[in-house]
């Protein structure tokens, strides 16, 4: 068993980018959410949905003066998300008008995944072992009705997912580990690296590293991996308890950002200020000693090119994809 996590341990591991809508000095926009209005913050894993709701936001609310800023997922988690704050607690609003008075109100915090990625999740988890092999074949034999109906079943037997916010499917393959190679080039590892267990949030990317590994192993494209489904907050909850996981050696992978132009850096970031102030007042701002925005050009560039993959053995060890 290995012990709990501390809160700075957990904060590490969630060192992924999210996206907030905020203004120029940080703050984070106050949307009014459909049904029952309720006012939201949202935490946005992908950059291009952050991207569309700003467009969105802009349209109705000219004049307003917002931005995309990139954050940082752990400090966000326990200073924003799960704040142990009194449920129900009222916060300090800045209304549109700048000269109206502030207002107090309750605000919920809404972490939001790729789309993508929660249809993803819904079919891992409705799909039958009996229907991968009608899948595969539909897919191959171009009967896209065929793969269509499979699919949209699939999806609706599903039992979690449903929600579009705050259930963040995460993606492993078991036989996977990751481990930094040679800064100078060798063909070994760096030195005093540890073999880590890679958990994804996008299958897509999932999928691609593993492929790309496997493309550079001869001998390996009979591997027969084995994908597990969980839940973010769920892992998160396990990460403070002791645990058969050693979650110390475990790192999150964000989800490819669309190319839009800025080559997937944190462009759209403008500078702007990075996390909470713990002031209540529902603004995200950035302690004077913490460093830039993150460089989400740099976060996905690190599992492709400095990282070697381990598959298991017969023995139940872990021996590198040659």
């Given amino acids: 068993m290995y012990p709990a996590l501390s809160t700075q341990e957990i904060v590490d591991v969630l ?8 203004d120029e000095s940080g703050n984070g926009a106050v949307l009014s959410a459909k049904p029952d209005n309720a006012n ?4 946005f894993l992908s950059e291009q949905m952050a991207r569309q709701a700003l467009k969105s936001m802009q349209v109705t609310n000219q004049g307003m003066n917002l931005r995309v800023s990139a954050l940082h997922l752990g400090k966000v988690w326990f200073k924003l998300l799960h704040n142990n704050r009194p449920r129900g607690e ?12 502030h207002v107090f109100k309750r605000v919920q915090m809404r972490l939001v995944p790729e789309i993508r990625d929660l249809v993803g999740a819904r079919l891992l988890q409705g799909l039958d072992p009996n229907d991968v092999p009608r899948l ?12 269509r109906a ?13 929600e579009p916010f705050n259930k963040i499917p995460v993606f492993m393959v078991s036989q996977l580990r990751m481990q930094k190679t040679d800064p100078n080039g060798g063909d070994g590892y760096e030195a005093d690296s540890v073999q880590k267990f890679p958990m994804f949030l996008s299958p897509k990317t999932m999928l691609h590293v593993y492929q790309k590994f496997v493309s550079n192993s001869p001998g390996s494209e009979d591997l027969q991996p084995t994908l597990q489904l969980g839940e973010l907050h769920n892992i998160v909850e ?3 308890h002791e645990s058969e996981i050693d979650f110390r050696n475990v790192v999150l992978l964000p989800g490819g950002q669309e190319d839009d132009g800025s080559n997937g850096g944190g462009g759209g970031s ?3 200020d990075d996390d909470d102030n713990d002031g209540g007042d529902g603004s995200i701002k950035r302690d004077e000693s913490e460093s830039e925005d993150l460089d989400i050009a740099d976060i996905q560039m690190t599992p492709y090119i400095e990282m070697g993959a381990f598959v298991a053995d017969v023995n139940g060890g872990m021996v590198p994809l040659q």
């Fill in 40 to 43: 939201v913050v949202y935490f």
């Fill in 90 to 101: 009222k916060v300090e609003l800045t209304q549109v008008d700048r000269d109206a008075p």
């Fill in 15 to 22: 060192n992924i980018p999210v996206f907030a809508i905020t």
């Fill in 136 to 147: 595969q074949d539909a897919i191959e034999s171009g009967d896209q009705d065929a793969a």
């Fill in 238 to 240: 396990m990460m403070q």
């Fill in 150 to 162: 499979l699919i949209r079943t699939a999806t609706e037997k599903s039992a979690e997912f449903k």
């Fill in 270 to 272: 403008d500078n702007s």
